[in-house]
């Protein structure tokens, strides 16, 4: 044997290496054709129900993102338990034991959602609502047991809890008191939370508390905010941004800043948010003029995006926003996948140079993931034109383009009618031409289109004399033809985008993750997220192309498209529950 011939030897050693090849190609293929929905770079569980981002921090340099989790099945269950995992980057997860589970009397009907507070002395403390005996909605803490421990697999609740009950004396609902935010120190060094409420007459409620110590609260005789006939305020966030640069401060700053407070209104289920100024001698917020803490506020996202939560990455300087995307298929085919919900990639956010606007933008840390790149300069997209992107994984990719308009005295005028951009989309989809538009991406594209994705622009004339503003810039993601299953929700999304198409290119960045499509317009002034469910548009069949069925021509002054890697996003088995409940760990604080 230790004589073979060495070129018979190289062949047989090449012959394995393609057998080896060819089986793992073969498996990846099979599993692909198996859960072609599962992503390769949002966050996910293995497998089961996830919802709301909970406490998400940075520790001891380790990123953590808690969130609301099933273990026994694909739908939510009363029986939920806050997941964890941890992570060096934001990009690739670990999981971890899930922090804590039903099991005191004030949460033995559910662990519900909460945040983190990080204290002076650098350790964490949790507050989350909880579903005691009675199926009240109380608010509880919990510590971790080992705080040299950076990844925090152990907690503990301790015996005092709840520490905040509704009852007759408070006038708060049972079933309408959750999702407290995370806390911030008043000049008076006292700590202050609010929790989402309303009242019976749909009085959307911020209740304000106040402590000395983080476990003994007393609620404040005025809440930080309110507004009538908006129903029940779930998963409130409010958090000071800078009014210059794009620096994230720590949630306690008393410096120049603004303050934002988002709402998820349940009875829309989207995420609301307005600007204004907090006033800290009376403990109230006041959104700044033209802003209402209503369905008229702006959306941090005008698609599928829901119960988000920020946090202050104090090593990068940054807040970062997370968002639970649910899903748009039925539930019978969770069920069969075994999975449901994801969350949006990370995103930066700050204040926009208006002080009128967030902005938003994927983390930097993505670009970790960017293989091949096609890039394209001044092309033109003709009149009706069509124009694919080639030599990336369409499935799973990160596109950037920038469109410049020519002739804008050809766009349509607006007609006065068109108020709800959801709904102008929704009439004039990608298939109705006008003047100066539709043109972007179309993403998720079967070989023979008959499955695609839009995500487009209009341009229209603005038909309000009293406005500033010349032009309209529309943003719609159409989903009408997104999927042959027509079980699907395949809701046409859309959005105002306040740009002068006149002096700027107009820019678009689109995050495509197999069943995911994160849109952003105009440098992430408008965010539109949608699920999408193709049978056809899968792995090595789907298409990326930039298009113009407008009138008129359209510049693309620069498109770059990169492949991503997957991430390695929680793909060991969830670790099992470890849980401590004594009040001994109430000695660090």
Known sequence: MAKLNRSIVGLSLLLSLLLCDFIIDLEASQQDLNQPYRTGYHFQPPRNWMNDPNG???????????????????????????????????????????????????????????????????????????????????????????????????????????????????????DRFRDPTTAWLGRDGEWRVIVGSSTDDRRGLAILYKSRDFFNWTQSTKPLHYEDLTGMWECPDFFPVAITGSEGVETSSFGDVKHVLKVSLIETLHDYYTIGTYDREKDVYVPDLGFVQNESAPRLDYGKYYASKTFFDDVKKRRVLWGWVNESSPAKDDIEKGWSGLQSFPRKIWLGESGKELLQWPIEEIETLRGSQVSWHNKVLKAGSTLQVHGVTAAQADVEVSFKVRNLEKADVMKPSWTDPQKICSQEDSSVKSGLGPFGLIVLASNDMEEHTSVYFKIFKSNDTNKNTKYVVLMCTDQSRSSLNDENDKTTFGAFLAIDPSNQAISLRTLIDHSIVENYGGGGKVCITSRVYPKLAIGENTNLFAFNRGTQSVDVLSL??????????????????????????????
């Not at 929680?570 to 760990?585: A, R």
């Open 56 to 174: 998400p921090m940075i520790y001891k340099g380790i990123y953590h993102l808690f969130y609301q989790y099933n273990p026994y099945g694909a739908v939510w269950d009363v029986r939920i338990v806050w997941g964890h995992s941890t992570s060096a980057d934001l990009v690739n997860w670990t999981p971890q034991p899930p922090a804590f589970n039903p099991s005191q009397p004030s949460d033995v009907n559910g662990c519900w959602s909460g945040s983190v507070t990080i204290l002076p002395d650098g350790k964490p403390v949790i507050l989350y609502t909880g579903i005691d005996q009675n199926k009240s909605q109380v608010q509880n803490i919990a510590v971790p047991v080992n705080v040299s421990d950076p990844y925090l697999r152990e907690w503990s609740k301790p015996t005092l809890n709840p520490l905040l009950a509704p009852n007759a004396v408070n006038g708060i609902d049972p």
């Open 560 to 589: 770059s498209a990169w492949s991503l890697k997957s991430a390695q996003i929680n793909d060991e088995s969830m670790s099992p529950f470890i849980e401590y409940e004594d009040s001994h760990s109430l000695n660090q604080f």
